[in-house]
């Protein structure tokens, strides 16, 4: 079974700063996708930036870019020139590309911190 | 605006009370999920739904029950609450597999 690990329970960065969280997976499987999802205090969970394994180029979405490393397993989440709204708790999640396979595994999550 | 609407933001029950959590979606997705959140441990997947009628279990189903009769609404059931049963309630529903999930604003429950 695929597995998702968050390894920063919580992170803080200064405002306009750059700062990355961390993830790695577990899979046998050479086509997935990857996800980032923001929690707010609001508790909607947003989907932040998606990655296909199996193309090669990091995904990217206006500030928010990932390191998409597949033979470490690897998919970090940079998020550059901090602003106060980023504050909230990030998922990374994994989903596989078998047909019939629906669910999406989640990490642990990282509480992010802004700090102005 | 596309939506999955949780019918309750907070709820308290007591303990041994049949609880029904509702989950309505507006997209004409055929996936609906329910996954519960705990500080920690992330998000669990409890049950899922690919099709109305049809169920599959998540990694955490004991406890509880789903029923989807009809395409845009899914629920949730706690049999008979217990304290292990407070959290956060997250319903989702999903287009296709490439795509991630729509997620509703969650349900927090509290079993006294």
């Known amino acids: 079974a695929q597995t998702v690990t968050q390894s920063q329970p919580e992170m803080s960065v200064q405002e306009a700063e750059t700062v990355t969280l961390s993830c790695t997976y577990d899979?046998?499987?050479?086509?997935?996708?990857l996800f980032w999802y923001k929690q707010p205090p609001s508790r909607q969970m947003i989907l932040v930036i998606r990655q296909e394994a199996y193309k090669q180029q990091n995904a990217t979405e206006n500030r928010f870019s990932v390191n998409f490393q597949k033979a470490a397993k690897s998919f970090s989440l940079k998020i550059s020139d901090s602003q106060l709204g980023d504050a909230a708790m990030y998922f990374c999640a994994y989903r596989s590309f078998l047909q019939g396979a629906q669910k999406l595994v989640f990490g642990q999550g990282t509480r992010l911190t802004i700090n102005p | 605006d596309v939506k999955v609407t949780q019918s309750s933001r907070y709820l308290v029950k007591r303990t041994g009370e049949k609880v029904f959590l509702e989950c309505v979606q507006d997209m004409d997705h055929e996936n609906m999920f329910w996954y519960r959140q705990d500080p920690g441990l992330g998000l669990r997947l409890i049950y899922f739904s690919y099709d109305v009628k049809m169920k599959e279990k998540g990694d955490i189903p004991e406890g509880y029950s789903v029923s989807r009769e009809k395409k845009e609404r899914f629920s949730l059931i706690l049999e008979s609450a217990s304290t292990n049963q407070t959290s956060m309630y997250l319903c989702?529903?999903?287009?296709?597999?490439?795509?991630?999930?729509?997620f509703g604003s969650g349900t927090r429950l509290t079993v006294v």
């Open positions: 899979t046998s499987e050479s086509d997935y996708y």
């Open positions: 989702a529903s999903s287009r296709d597999r490439e795509f991630g999930y729509t």
